[in-house]
């Protein structure tokens, strides 16, 4: 049984910064993708970015140059940098897990970008 938890989601002004982790537990085999996804309400859930085993990393257009992603192999955790936050950055942030076989989730974490 794999689980995902997630730390550091908050309420922050616009132009602020914000960093999000997450640590997985479980039976995790490599290689595996991490990464995070966001979902703002009435939208769908979209990626924000990830980083496989090996380190080679994946952002969307919107965060690029804003957001780092960063992850610990041996620990299994996965980390979200990010800044310049706006408001429309507003949204439910979830930690994902990709194995071979299937896909994890965390139950998710709120960052609320306030101007």
């Known amino acids: 049984q794999v689980q995902l938890e997630e730390f550091g989601g908050d309420s922050v002004q616009a132009g602020g910064s914000l960093r999000l982790s997450c640590a997985a537990s479980?039976?995790?085999?490599?290689?595996?993708?991490m990464g995070w996804y966001r979902q703002a309400p009435g939208k769908q859930r979209d990626l924000v970015a990830n980083?496989?085993?090996?380190?080679?990393?994946n952002y969307a257009l919107a965060v690029q140059g804003r957001f780092t992603i960063s992850r610990d192999n041996a620990k299994n955790t996965v980390d979200l940098q990010m800044s310049s936050l706006k408001r429309d950055n507003t949204a439910v942030y979830y930690c994902?897990?990709?194995?071979?076989?299937?896909?994890?989730w965390g139950q998710g974490t709120q960052v609320t970008v306030s101007s």
């Open positions: 479980g039976c995790i085999f490599s290689p595996n993708v």
């Open positions: 994902d897990l990709m194995l071979p076989n299937r896909n994890y």
């Open positions: 980083m496989n085993s090996a380190g080679v990393t």
